[in-house]
C-alpha cells in the first residue's frame, strides 16, 4: 500500500527566508507525485507535480520540488518565503496522474515577520 | 485554469436529517470525482471514488448507505450524508479528474470545500 510520511509537523521560518518542506513516500512502482497548499478554511491548491523526467519540477508562487528516487524523498523548497505563504502543505502519491491520491499529514508553515 | 465548485460552502443541520453537498467542474467535464473528508488539523482521507453513469467505489470503512454518492452528469456530483450525527461534523472536499490528453497526464482539481457541523 502507498503511504506519505510528512515528518514536520509545524515549521516556523522567517519573512524572507528560504523554506524546505519533506516528504517522504513509499510505493511500489514510479510514483505520481504532487505537492498542493491549504489557506485556512479553503480547498486545495496545486503547487507542482511530478510524473517523470527532470527531477527538479518547477511550480506555481516560485515553490520547486525535487524527486530523489534513491531517498524515496520529494521535497518542496522555495528560497525566499512571503507572509503569504503561511498555510499548511500537503505531499500527496498516486498511481497515475488522475487516480485517487494518499496525502501526508500535512506540515503547517508560519512565517514570522 | 480547471475550477471546481463545492455547494454549500458550510451548514449546520439538525442530528438526524441529511445534507446534500454538489460538486461542479465549471469549465471541463469529469468523468471522475472524488470525495475527501478532513477532520480539524488532519490530513484528508478519501471516501470514495465517484464516476459517471455508475456506482461509486467507496474505501474500506466508508459507509456506502450513510455517504450517498451520485455521479449523474459529466459536470455534478454529488454527497449525502444521510441521518448526519455529530460524528459526521468535518470538512468535506471534492476533486475533480481533468484530462489534459497530453502526454503530461491527468490532474485533480479541488473544490474550496464544505464544512459540515451537525448539532
Known amino acids: 500500500a502507498q503511504s506519505v510520511t510528512q515528518p514536520d509537523i509545524h515549521i516556523t521560518v522567517s519573512e524572507g527566508a528560504s523554506l524546505e518542506l519533506r516528504c517522504n513516500y513509499s510505493y511500489g512502482a514510479t510514483p505520481y507525485l504532487f505537492w498542493y497548499v491549504q489557506s485556512p478554511g479553503q480547498g486545495l491548491q496545486l503547487l507542482l507535480k511530478y510524473f517523470s523526467g527532470d527531477t527538479l519540477v518547477q511550480g506555481i508562487k516560485g515553490f520547486e520540488a525535487e524527486f530523489k528516487r534513491s531517498q524515496s524523498s520529494f521535497n518542496l523548497r522555495k528560497p525566499s518565503v512571503h507572509w503569504s505563504d503561511a498555510a499548511e502543505y500537503f505531499c500527496?502519491?498516486?498511481?497515475?496522474?488522475?487516480?485517487?491520491?494518499?496525502f501526508g499529514g500535512g506540515t503547517r508553515v508560519l512565517v514570522k515577520p | 485554469g480547471a475550477v471546481v465548485s463545492q455547494h454549500p460552502s458550510w451548514v449546520i443541520c439538525k442530528s438526524g436529517t441529511s445534507v446534500k453537498i454538489e460538486c461542479r467542474s465549471l469549465?471541463?467535464?469529469?468523468?471522475?470525482m472524488f470525495w475527501y473528508r478532513q477532520f480539524p488539523k488532519q490530513s484528508l482521507m478519501l471516501m470514495a471514488t465517484?464516476?459517471?453513469?455508475?456506482?461509486?467505489?467507496?474505501e474500506q470503512g466508508v459507509e456506502k448507505d450513510k455517504f450517498l454518492i451520485n455521479h449523474a452528469s459529466l459536470t455534478l456530483s454529488t454527497l449525502t450524508v444521510t441521518s448526519a450525527h455529530p460524528e459526521d461534523s468535518s470538512f468535506y472536499i471534492c476533486s475533480a479528474r481533468w484530462s489534459s490528453g497530453g502526454s503530461r497526464g491527468d490532474t485533480q482539481y479541488f473544490g474550496p470545500g464544505t464544512r459540515l457541523t451537525v448539532l
Open positions: 469549465d471541463f467535464q469529469a468523468t471522475t
Open positions: 465517484s464516476n459517471e453513469g455508475s456506482k461509486a467505489t467507496y
Open positions: 500527496a502519491v498516486g498511481k497515475a496522474a488522475g487516480n485517487k491520491l494518499t
